[in-house]
Nanobody, 115 residues
């Protein structure tokens, strides 16, 4: 089992930046993939970014070039650096991890971008 705890959300103005962190309860070097989803009010949860155990990344078209996913295996933490934020990025951001066919989720962290 893996417990995930997100942090780093908050309120930011358009064009600003935030860095989200996802701390895992165990080593993540063999957990693949890990990543971030987000869910805006009244919308379905959508995939934002993923990272494999080998460090291969993938992004939704809407965030490509603005967001960067990374991980620190020594700290058991995955990050999401979000730059050039837009009001449409407002959502609850959830960290997830896939291990042995099971998916684990964090509790979510709110990101609000004001116009």
């Amino acid at each position: 089992q893996v417990q995930l705890v997100e942090s780093g959300g908050g309120l930011v103005q358009t064009g600003g930046s935030l860095r989200l962190s996802c701390a895992a309860s165990r080593s993540i070097f063999d957990i693949s993939p890990m990543g971030w989803y987000r869910q805006a009010p009244g919308k379905q949860r959508e995939l934002v970014a993923t990272i494999t155990s080998g460090g291969i990344t993938n992004y939704a078209a809407s965030v490509k070039g603005r967001f960067t996913i990374s991980k620190d295996d020594a700290l058991n933490t995955v990050y999401l650096q979000m730059n050039s934020l837009k009001p449409e990025d407002t959502a609850v951001y959830y960290c997830y991890a896939n291990q042995y066919g099971l998916r684990y989720w964090g509790q979510g962290t709110q990101v609000t971008v004001s116009s």
